[in-house]
């Protein structure tokens, strides 16, 4: 009977390694095909983080892209997306709950995107192509451009006459974008977020033409550090620049729960919250994060206990970063395990099976014992020997058959979590 116990814990713990390996990286553009008319200039702004994808890695290229996505993007740029604010909030429909208020605020005061005469920003409403090319015009050096090259478009007649100079002077730059038809600018329609992503190439790529005051600070990497929080993680450096700190791709870092969890109460779309139990410090002793700092995290699925032991499995993708100055930082993160998903470890099954072979034990002997005792009071200890283990071996066998554990953490409980693509911490 003990070597049958044993072996079946044996087989039943087996299946439940959790040696961590590198997670398939979750952030691909999952709805870009290599020939799509904007694919190089979407790769370069989302590698460059300028634009992103959403918790699917999809980048939704036809849709429009609004005034606040794009004033952001702007920011980025421009290396002006961590410059001070140094204007008070004029606009009657934005506030300082909003997600974009501060980048907003730092558009106001560097002058790059203007509101409307009625005092709104409108921050949720598309972008419009002839709004995009006034920007453009607005932030580029002055120069006299030639009002004929309109004329080779066949819409000309269409571009409003507020912007008309800035559509030659954005022309002659070639900061523009005319797809898909190359005759035709479409001034009057929403820009796209492709579309965004073409500008935005562009002028990344002409910065020189852009007025001084509007260009922040150029980045320069200035060395590189290590991150050794965990040994078998598959990357351990740290890139550290004048502008931000780099944590790249294949780093592991250690977060803690921030309540307690129970995967039963939980469904797929869920936020759940981390938190960092201590300040982040690379191995030459820079800060990258303080503690305290917030990790979220949204449960993209949940697969609920299954018959034959199989335990609970809670797939999450931990998308932000916010620090307790309020600093907002884009990641993507799973579970640094072997299939990239938390759930109950060998040993919290073992205590199953074990107590389930117990409760079958004791059952048998009461079983065995009352048995005995009914036809033979002399045979209790007959009864009592058989039915132990046949009690045991009944307990076992269902503990093993049932569906396994729901997944529970406590708050504080740590988790290893995989990063998936670099996560950029602007310097104060």
Request: aromatic share 8%; proline share 4%.
């Amino acid at each position: 009977m003990k070597k049958l116990l044993a072996s079946l814990l044996t087989a039943s713990m087996l299946g439940l390694n959790i040696a961590p390996v590198f997670a398939a990286d979750c952030c691909k553009i999952k709805d870009i095909s290599g020939g799509y008319w904007a694919n190089t200039a979407i790769v370069s702004v989302v590698d460059d983080s300028v634009m992103y994808t959403d918790s699917f890695g999809n980048f939704n290229p036809e849709a429009a892209i609004t005034r606040a996505d794009f004033v952001t993007a702007l920011l980025k740029v421009l290396n002006n997306d961590n410059c001070a604010i140094t204007t008070s909030n004029k606009y009657s429909d934005i506030s300082r709950q909003d997600p974009f208020y501060n980048d907003i605020m730092r558009s106001d005061s560097l002058g790059l995107v203007y509101g409307y005469p009625n005092g709104t920003f409108k921050a949720n409403k598309p972008m419009l192509r002839s709004e995009c090319v006034s920007v453009i015009s607005h932030i580029t050096k002055d120069k006299a451009s030639d009002m004929s090259v309109l004329s080779k478009f066949d819409d000309a007649a269409s571009i409003p006459a507020w912007s008309k100079d800035e559509y030659a002077k954005t022309l002659s730059y070639g900061i523009y974008v005319n797809h898909p038809d190359e005759n035709m600018l479409e001034p009057n329609r929403n820009l796209t977020r492709a579309e965004a992503a073409v500008i935005l190439s562009k002028l990344k790529d002409k910065l020189t033409c852009v007025k001084p005051q509007y260009v922040g600070e150029s980045e320069t990497v200035l060395g590189t550090e290590h991150l050794n929080l965990v040994k078998e993680a598959p990357n351990n450096k740290v890139t550290i620049t004048n502008l931000r700190k780099i944590v790249d791709k294949g780093n592991v870092i250690i977060v803690a729960f921030d309540e307690k969890f129970f995967s039963k109460k939980h469904n797929a779309g869920d936020i759940v919250n981390f938190v960092l139990p201590e300040a982040l410090y690379t191995e030459e002793g820079t800060q990258l994060l303080p503690g305290g700092t917030k990790i979220v995290a949204e449960i993209t699925r949940i697969q609920k206990p299954r018959k034959f032991n199989k335990n609970a499995r809670v797939h999450l993708i931990f998308k932000s970063i916010v620090t307790p100055d309020g600093q907002c930082i884009e990641m993507c993160g799973k579970p640094f395990t072997k299939d990239g998903t938390l759930k109950e470890g060998p040993w919290m099954t073992f205590w199953k099976l074990f107590l389930s072979t117990v409760s079958g034990g004791l059952v048998g002997a009461g079983a065995g014992t009352g048995f005995a005792f009914i036809h033979t009071p002399a045979r209790l200890a007959v009864g009592f020997a058989v039915g132990i283990p046949v009690g045991c071996s009944v307990g076992l066998v269902v503990g093993l058959l049932t569906p396994g554990l729901h997944y529970k953490a406590k708050k504080g409980e740590q988790v290893m979590v995989i990063l998936l693509d670099d996560a950029s911490i602007k310097n104060k």
